[in-house]
């Protein structure tokens, strides 16, 4: 089973920031990649798919790269909807997501 | 509109049933492979089930294996979730999700249902 690793845990940053965001994966996944977006009480949100391509809709703020085991989700400039928990996924054999990272304001 | 709606939650004894729903409208529900995940109060997100589009091959995560049951009926857009032998550690808000493709990560959730496993 490929473990999903997310840091850090909490990351505090003002609106305007840049935002940093880890995944590694315990072996390569390729670019088998996705981001999703959660805030409280709602759904989650896909973001990025194949470590790097935007989701329907989603703005040019939210960036992914990576490949292999290490992936970076990047906000460019935190704009106040933007606080909220994030969470990688792969699929290998079946789906598994990271714990997640909260971006809280500082 | 594109949504999924699920129902069937709610408060159940440990070792009883459940069996939740998942209505898909907007889409070729057959064309699309389809997911139960799962969140624990304050916790992360946890997959729990796959079915493929056509019904035919299912996979569950060890959590759910022996005990949980994915099943479709495309003839009416709906998604089943047959939970037996419930414990504790399974209450948690339950999401249906499509795949956005084959094995493509999920593009579209519901609202969630939740299910409380207690005495």
């Known amino acids: 089973e490929i473990v999903l690793t997310q840091s850090p845990a909490t990351l505090s940053l003002s609106p305007g920031e840049r935002a940093t965001l880890s995944c590694r994966a315990s072996?390569?996944?390729?670019?088998?990649l996705a981001w999703y977006q959660q805030k409280p009480g709602q759904a989650p949100r896909l973001l990025i798919y194949?470590?790097?391509n935007r989701a329907t809709g989603i703005p040019a703020r939210f960036s992914g790269s990576g490949s292999g085991t290490d992936f970076t989700l990047t906000i460019s400039s935190l704009e106040p909807e933007d606080f909220a928990v994030y969470y990688c996924?792969?699929?290998?054999?079946?789906?598994?997501f990271g714990q997640g990272t909260k971006v809280e304001i500082k | 509109e594109v949504q999924l709606l699920e129902s069937g939650g709610g408060l159940e004894q440990p070792g009883g049933s459940l069996r939740l729903s998942c209505s898909g409208s907007?889409?070729?529900?057959?064309?699309?492979?389809m997911n139960w995940v799962r969140q624990a109060p304050g916790k992360g997100l946890e997959w729990v089930s796959a079915i493929s589009g056509s019904g035919l091959n299912t996979y569950y995560a060890d959590s759910a294996k022996g005990r949980f049951t994915i099943s479709r009926d495309n003839s009416k857009n709906t998604l089943f979730l047959q939970m037996n032998s419930l414990r504790g550690e399974d209450t948690a808000v339950y999401y249906c999700?499509?795949?956005?493709?084959?094995?493509?990560?999920?593009?579209?959730w519901g609202r969630g249902t939740l299910v409380t496993v207690s005495s």
């Open positions: 194949d470590a790097s």
């Open positions: 996924q792969q699929r290998d054999s079946w789906w598994t």
């Open positions: 999700a499509k795949e956005g493709g084959y094995k493509q990560p999920f593009d579209l």
């Open positions: 907007g889409f070729t529900f057959n064309s699309y492979g």
């Open positions: 072996q390569s996944i390729s670019t088998c």
